[in-house]
Structures are given as C-alpha cells and as structure tokens.
C-alpha cells in the first residue's frame, strides 16, 4: 500500500520568498504523484502532477513540482510567493490500477507574513 | 465539461439522529466515486470509494455507510450520528488512472 509524508506541519514564510514544501512517499512502482490547495471551508484544488514524462511538472498559480525517484520525493516549489497563497497544501499519491485508491498526507499549511 | 455537486453545504444535527450525504457527478461515465472526511486540523481520511454501481469499498470501519444506486450518485449515511462523525466530509470523482477532483464538501457538526 502507498503512504505519503509531508514533515512540515506549517511553515511561514515572507510575501515574496520562495518557497518549498516537502513530499515523500512509498510505492512499490511509479505512483502518479498530485499536489492539492485548500483554502478554509473549501475542497480540493489541484495545483499540478506528475503521471509520466518530463520529472519536472508546471501547474496552475505559478508552482512547479519536481519528481525525483530516487528519493521518493515531490517537493513543490515557488520562486515568489503572494499572500493569497496562504492555505493548506496536501501531496497525493494515486495507485496505477482501475480500484483507484489515493493516499494524501497529512497537509502542510502555509502561513504568509506581508 | 465534468462538475460535481455535494450537498448540503452545512448540516447541524444531534446525536443519534440519521445521516444523508449526496453527490453528484455532471459530464462524465462511469467515474471512481470517494468520500473522504478531513477532522478539524488533520488530513483526509478515505471512507468510501466505488468503482461501479453497488460496488462500495470500505476503508475504515466506522458508523457510517456508502450507497451507489446510479452510475453518478454517491451517497453517505448514517443511521445514528456519534459525536465523532463531526467533520468536513469531500466527495471526489476521478476516471481509471485519472486525477481525483473534489466538491466543495460538506461541514457537519453533531451536537
């Protein structure tokens, strides 16, 4: 069974900083791997991911997440963070059969100072 | 295009009293269904998921049940509520080895 961990629990960081939010994950094949947004009260956005192809993934909002197999990681990254991305960022991790299963980690919410 | 709609937005109910939760999927076949439910600070928690009609897979025993009579309606109940049930509960659509798209999601508190 896949299992995802996100160590950052919440991280702050200045308008206009880069930022980058840590994903790891166990599979015993290629995962599709997917990065989530939730603003308070809200569902899930899908900010990007990742199924085959190029490592490196662009998404909506200006973030890009970059898979890396030998380290089980996709970490997702901004050179410049605004206010309005402040909210609870989630890292998925899809199993490639037809019984779809999704593993999310626990979120990591991110505070944005002005 | 596809949408998903999950209703109602905020339900209050007391303990002991019954559950239904209804979702919806606009646009698509045949989609994998999932209710998840997030408690107040923690991640997701997967429920339920469908693969088809009656098909229901369990992830977590609990209070709560999953129904699928058509191909595009998912829905979750209770027969008696418990404290415990309180939470934010997302229902999502996803096709085979596709992504996972979610509803606006359900706040509940059981009083």
């Known amino acids: 069974a896949q299992s995802v961990t996100q160590p950052d629990i919440h991280i702050t960081v200045s308008e206009g900083a880069s930022l980058e939010l840590r994903c790891n994950y166990s599979y015993g094949a290629t995962p599709y791997l997917f990065w989530y947004v939730q603003s308070p009260g809200q569902g899930l956005q899908l900010l990007l991911k990742?199924?085959?192809?190029?490592?490196l993934v662009q998404g909506i909002k200006g973030f890009e997440a970059e898979f890396k197999r030998s380290q089980s990681s996709f970490n997702l990254r901004k050179p410049s963070v605004h206010w309005s991305d402040a909210a609870e960022y989630f890292c998925a991790v899809g199993a490639r059969n037809y019984g779809q299963n999704f593993v999310f980690g626990p979120g990591t919410r991110l505070s944005v100072l002005p | 295009s596809q949408t998903i709609h999950q209703w109602p937005a905020t339900l209050v109910q007391p303990v002991g009293s019954p559950l239904s939760l209804e979702c919806t999927v606009e646009?698509?076949?045949?989609?994998?269904l999932y209710w998840y439910r997030q408690a107040a600070g923690r991640g997701l928690q997967l429920l339920f998921y469908?693969?088809?009609?009656?098909?229901i897979s369990s992830e977590v025993p609990q209070n709560l049940s999953a129904s699928r009579p058509q191909d595009r309606q998912f829905i979750l109940s209770s027969k008696k509520l418990l404290l415990s049930d309180s939470g934010f509960y997302l229902c999502?659509?996803?096709?085979?080895?596709?992504?996972?798209?979610f509803g606006n999601g359900t706040r509940l508190t059981v009083t």
């Open positions: 990742y199924f085959s192809g190029d490592t």
């Open positions: 646009g698509t076949s045949n989609p994998n």
């Open positions: 999502a659509w996803s096709v085979p080895a596709g992504t996972l798209h």
């Open positions: 469908s693969v088809g009609i009656g098909q």
